[in-house]
């Protein structure tokens, strides 16, 4: 922080009146609240910020400065209408909007969003039926937009046709486009879209989608430095079909790096094994655990649905020696101490939910003193940050007080965008 930013950032002082509170609150610079806000859960935080004018403006700050994932929101058939009555002072928490709505839309019911709309950063459509121009309408008022995701559908309509690809999005690095249906036909305002937007660096879409589209994309001068793949359902020899489209389109330059978020229905170690061959392999997310991970040398992160610490250890720290991220949706925290204790140069860590008790790990707290020094016994480890949901944050702190330690911090989960959530 710059001597500027740290002037204005104790700058910022709450203080009760006689309007505001029916106590006085003493003067508190920014810093003393922030130390303050690390000891509450998140739920108290927002009840705090209801109590008074400063109070709002303090917890406002201190979200938007530390809690990135908060301030996303889901909009659907049954609280569309209270978000019609959204107040102006909630409105400035939200910085992405989930749709699905099934009932269908028109304009003038999107006239009160408008204010959200015009600092909003990422768009999902998981479901809507919006009657009216998808651009002039919607888009058009998201100034800031810098992730946009449509999904489920078989053609990209919005609204009253695909205007809205033939239009340059001048803020929008990342587009996440979800085809379940492979066909013959392609969209071919798509290769417009991609030429009026060169700026979008990431592409996220389903195998199927690639697979519809790979002859527009080849030889058209597209590039990204992102792909992102999904791989969800099954067809004939999948891993093989998966593999040789992925190296077809790395060698017209269609990306640099790839992410694979993959459901495949072969558990075969040598169709496995062929992950191996595709290049720029960066982050991988698997569900079925059958087989044992190749050699891997590019991947950087690794997610699991259920813990998956592979079976032989050695191995998994040969094949993945590179690996940088590991996120659990489910483990037992022994899962937990196992990365701690055998991979160097991992740096984040997150884990959704600790489902099973073991050493070090007990009724939500962790010893951070005892897996700190597991850290410091592996050669050339360096320092990870784990991050844990919020009853495992607050109950570890009350215990421990420190959760900054030489090789492990803890955090709340909601304090850092995990980056793979681009689908």
């Given at each position: 922080m710059?001597?500027?930013?740290h002037?204005?950032?104790?700058d910022?002082?709450?203080?009760?009146?006689?309007?505001e509170?029916?106590?006085?609150?003493?003067?508190l610079?920014?810093?003393?609240?922030e130390?303050?806000f690390?000891?509450?859960?998140l739920?108290?935080?927002?009840?705090?910020?209801r109590?008074?004018?400063?109070?709002k403006?303090?917890?406002?700050?201190y979200?938007?400065t530390y809690?990135?994932?908060?301030?996303?929101?889901e909009?659907?058939d049954k609280?569309?209408a209270?978000?019609q009555r959204i107040?102006s002072?909630?409105?400035k928490?939200?910085?992405?909007?989930r749709?699905?709505i099934?009932?269908?839309?028109i304009?003038?019911q999107?006239?009160?969003l408008?204010?959200?709309?015009?600092?909003?950063?990422?768009?999902?459509i998981?479901?809507l039926?919006f009657?009216?121009?998808f651009?002039?309408?919607?888009?058009?008022f998201?100034?800031k937009?810098k992730?946009?995701?449509v999904?489920?559908c078989?053609?990209?309509?919005?609204?009253t046709?695909n205007k809205?690809l033939t239009?340059?999005?001048?803020?929008?690095?990342?587009i996440h486009f979800?085809?379940?249906?492979?066909g013959?036909?392609?969209?071919s305002?798509?290769?417009?879209?991609?030429?009026?937007?060169?700026?979008?660096?990431t592409l996220?879409?389903?195998?199927?989608f690639l697979?519809?589209?790979?002859n527009?994309?080849?030889g058209?001068?597209?590039?990204f430095?992102y792909?992102?793949v999904?791989v969800?359902g099954?067809?004939?020899?999948?891993m093989t079909?998966?593999?040789?489209?992925?190296n077809?389109?790395h060698?017209y330059g269609f990306?640099?790096h790839?992410?694979?978020?993959?459901?495949?229905?072969?558990?075969?170690?040598e169709?496995?094994?062929?992950?191996g061959s595709?290049?720029?392999?960066?982050?991988?997310?698997m569900f079925?655990?059958e087989?044992?991970i190749?050699h891997?040398?590019d991947?950087?992160?690794?997610r699991?649905?259920?813990?998956g610490?592979p079976?032989?250890l050695e191995?998994?720290t040969?094949?993945l020696k590179?690996?940088e991220?590991i996120?659990?949706?489910k483990?037992?925290?022994?899962?937990v101490l196992?990365?701690?204790q055998?991979f160097?140069?991992?740096?984040l860590?997150?884990?959704?939910d600790i489902?099973?008790?073991?050493?070090?790990?007990?009724?939500?707290?962790?010893d951070l003193k005892?897996?700190?020094?597991e850290?410091?016994k592996?050669?050339?480890a360096?320092?990870?940050?784990?991050?844990?949901?919020?009853?495992?944050?607050?109950?570890?702190?009350?215990?421990?007080?420190?959760?900054?330690?030489?090789?492990?911090a803890?955090?709340?989960?909601?304090t850092?965008e995990w980056?793979h959530?681009?689908?």
């Open positions: 710059s001597k500027n930013e002037k204005n950032h104790n910022m002082v709450v203080t009760g009146t006689s309007e509170s029916l106590r006085p609150i003493p003067d610079n920014i810093d003393c609240l130390e303050l690390e000891w509450i859960s739920a108290d935080l927002f009840v705090i910020r109590t008074c004018k400063r109070f403006q303090a917890v406002d700050y979200i938007k809690y990135p994932a908060v301030g996303k929101i909009i659907s609280n569309f209270q978000f107040e002072n909630c409105i928490l939200i910085k992405g909007i749709f699905s099934k009932g269908p839309v304009a003038d999107m006239e009160h408008k204010e959200c709309f015009n600092q909003v950063e990422d768009i999902r998981t479901n039926k009657h009216g121009d651009y002039e309408d919607f888009l058009k998201c100034p937009l992730y946009l995701s999904q489920y078989d053609k990209l309509k919005i609204g046709g809205w239009q340059h999005y001048p803020t929008l690095q990342h979800d085809d379940k249906i492979y013959a036909e392609e969209i305002e798509l290769k417009t879209f991609f030429k009026l937007n060169p700026q979008i660096r996220s879409s389903t195998i199927y697979l519809k589209h790979t527009l994309f080849c058209a001068n597209i590039h430095d792909l992102i999904s969800s099954y067809f004939e020899d999948e079909c998966v593999c040789n489209l992925l077809r389109l060698r990306y640099k790839v992410n694979i978020r993959g459901l495949f229905y072969s558990s075969d170690q169709e496995i094994d062929l992950l595709v290049p720029a392999l960066e982050k991988l997310f079925n655990r087989a044992a190749p891997l040398p991947l950087k992160e690794l699991f649905t259920l813990s610490i079976s032989e191995a998994a040969s094949n590179n690996i991220r996120y659990f949706e483990a037992p925290f022994d899962s196992l990365i701690v055998h160097p140069k991992v740096k860590m997150k884990v959704d489902v099973v008790d073991g050493m070090h790990f007990k009724k939500n707290v962790i005892a897996i700190n020094n850290r410091r592996l050669n050339g360096c320092k990870m940050t784990i991050y844990v949901k919020d009853t495992i944050y607050l109950a570890t702190k009350y215990a421990t007080t420190n959760t900054q330690l030489s090789l492990i803890l955090k709340r989960s909601e850092h980056e959530d681009y689908y």
